[in-house]
Each structure stands twice: as C-alpha cells, then as structure tokens.
C-alpha cells in the first residue's frame, strides 16, 4: 500500500521561502508521476504542479510559474516543492499526490492521481 507523507509547512512573511517535503513507500517510487495540491479555506483543491516519473518533464500552474520548483530524488523515495516569494494567496493546505502511469507526462487533473497524503498547512501572513 502507498503512503505519502508531507512536511515542510508553516507560517512565513510574504516573499519568504518554504520548501515542502513528501516521502514516499510502498511500492516502487520511480513508477508513479507525482504532483502537488492546494486547498485554500473555501475554496476547491486546485493544481499546483507535476513531475514524470523520471524528472524530467515538469508541469505548473501559471500562478505559481517562475516562483516554485518542484523536483524528485529516486533514490530517497521523495518529492519536494521549493516555493520562493510567497504571497498571502499562496495560503492553503499541501497535498501531494502519486499517479501510477507509463505516461511520459506528468498529469495534472485530480482524478489522476489515486494516492494522497494528509496535507501540510502553509500560511503566508506578516
């Protein structure tokens, strides 16, 4: 069975950084295209970005374009977004997420994706 668990969350000033963490186990990492959520208070859980299984095609949501990176380590079974100049709309809770595919993209619709981890709560205020 799959897990995820993401860390890395907390509260920063706006044009902070704050880099998550999402580790994966239970099966072979390199065999799922992984992606990160958001899902600010009242509003639906949105795209943020994606990678292939490989790392080397990546996908972004245009608000988050040129601030966050997202990456993957094969080797340590984990994905990361590194988020840079972050603003108060940023605020939401993080999920990552796992699609088990033979596409060379990573995708980008929720329904893909059927492995979740618990979230992890970035707040961005002054």
């Known amino acids: 069975q799959v897990q995820l668990v993401e860390s890395g969350g907390g509260l920063v000033q706006p044009g902070g950084s704050l880099r998550l963490s999402c580790v994966f186990s239970?099966?072979?990492?390199?065999?799922?295209?992984m992606a990160w959520f958001r899902q600010a208070p009242g509003k639906e859980r949105e795209f943020v970005a994606a990678?292939?299984?490989?790392?080397?095609?990546?996908n972004y949501a245009d608000s988050v374009k040129g601030r966050f990176t997202i990456s993957r380590d094969n080797g340590l079974n984990t994905m990361y977004l590194q988020m840079n100049s972050l603003k108060p709309e940023d605020t939401a809770a993080y999920y990552c997420?796992?699609?088990?595919?033979?596409?060379?993209?990573?995708?980008?619709?929720?329904?893909?994706?059927?492995?979740w981890g618990q979230g992890t709560q970035v707040t961005v205020s002054p």
């Open positions: 990678i292939s299984r490989g790392g080397s095609t990546t």
């Open positions: 997420a796992g699609a088990r595919t033979l596409l060379l993209k990573p995708p980008i619709a929720q329904t893909e994706y059927g492995t």
């Open positions: 239970g099966r072979a990492f390199r065999d799922y295209a």
